[in-house]
């Protein structure tokens, strides 16, 4: 609900978990049981399923204050034929309870995601034309062969697919990586990207990426990643501690350049999105995008310094989402546009005033400019 209002501020009428997702669907609304002031959903969360089958994780659970062993089997163990087939029926009734394409982050569990499985997923995604959400699989900074992996995946199976946050995947190879997915589009791919307009990355500090060479797979150091708790700076010493004394506490490692960011944010048909984190206080530290993203983008980079103009900053932020889901929840048809017959889920902004407030270093400071917001037709 925290997390909500302050997206509220930013002009957000609809709230999408796509990456991580929901196993069961339903859970995704565990923190809402007053209700909620806007339209939310989630994509059936492949992860959720891996915890439940591999570690008995229930995310209902995990929703309501639970914590995840990031080091566990659904982390690191390959999947039994047995515990395939368990996951591969979880996926189907997932997507037949309303999950909104499958959400992948692989790179969190690429040490125990195999072809095998990985083409299972797939080839679920196809049956059911729903989106693959992915999260590719990272390797040293600007390796473009995550991308290649599921590129080829999508040719092979005909699933439709989306890289989540490209600039931050890609780092140097952003330009590479753009042209990859303009290519495979060329060739009739259903591949579609985004981006989020801040130069950081927030994950916890046991993330699997961490146990791999991350200052190299980042280019960054123990200066480059914050507590995001806190604000402070790492040295070995205090990464070391942290990563034994709190597994599941957030970090916020500064490795993007602005220029990859600006680049993915003109590229044509890259959608803007948050990448936001859960919200649960304000004693607690969360990255800015999920509260500024969107009055980022139209005060600064909109109106301040021109990058791109209004109307295709506004498609990127409601068409483009809209589209893209509308294969696999035709409800979105009726969203993302301002016509008749469609939601009335408007959001009345002056763009001469919107602006982001949120900093890393503060991040629960409302966006400004939103005057009304308008969800379901309601004030």
């Known amino acids: 609900p925290l997390g909500f209002r302050y997206q509220a501020k930013d002009g957000v009428t609809t709230s999408l978990e796509l990456e991580a997702g929901a196993f069961p669907i339903a859970a995704v609304g565990v923190q809402l049981r007053e209700g909620s002031p806007l339209n939310y959903g989630a994509s059936t969360g492949y992860l959720s399923i891996r915890l439940a089958v591999m570690q008995g994780v229930d995310l209902a659970e995990v929703m309501s204050g639970g914590g995840i062993d990031m080091g566990g089997a659904a982390f690191r163990q390959p999947a039994s034929a047995e515990q395939l087939a368990r996951m591969r029926s979880a996926l189907e009734a997932g997507l037949e309870q309303g999950g909104l394409g499958i959400g992948l982050p692989l790179d969190y569990i690429s040490a125990a995601v195999d072809a095998e499985e990985l083409q299972m997923v797939f080839e679920v995604a196809a049956a059911h034309d729903a989106p693959v959400f992915v999260h590719i699989r990272r390797g040293l900074a600007g390796d473009p062969a995550g991308l290649v992996e599921i590129i080829d995946l999508a040719r092979k199976t005909g699933a439709p697919v989306h890289i989540c946050h490209l600039q931050h995947s890609a780092m140097k190879g952003t330009g590479e990586f753009l042209a990859m997915i303009r290519r495979a589009r060329a060739e009739g791919v259903d591949i579609t990207t985004e981006m989020f307009p801040y130069n950081a990355g927030t994950t916890a500090i046991s993330a699997a990426v961490f146990s791999r060479d991350w200052q190299a797979i980042f280019d960054i150091t123990y200066e480059d990643v914050e507590w995001a708790a806190t604000g402070e700076r790492f040295d070995q010493a205090m990464w070391d501690r942290k990563r034994r004394e709190e597994p599941q506490g957030m970090v916020i490692h500064h490795y993007v350049k ?74 979105f048809r009726r969203k993302g546009r301002l016509q008749a017959g469609a939601d009335a889920d408007i959001t009345v902004f002056d763009p001469g005033a919107i602006i982001d407030r949120a900093t890393y270093r503060e991040p629960f400071q409302a966006s400004e400019g939103v005057r009304y917001l308008l969800v379901n037709g309601e004030l």
């Open 258 to 331: 602005e220029a990859w960011t600006r680049e993915a944010l003109v590229e044509p048909g890259v959608i803007v999105v948050t990448d936001g984190t859960p919200a649960v206080s304000e004693e607690i530290g969360v990255p800015p995008q999920g509260i500024g993203s969107y009055a980022k983008v139209l005060g600064r980079y909109v109106r301040e310094e021109k990058v791109l103009d209004l109307v295709t900053a506004l498609e990127k932020i409601t068409l483009l989402p809209a589209r893209r889901l509308e294969t696999v929840a035709p409800v």
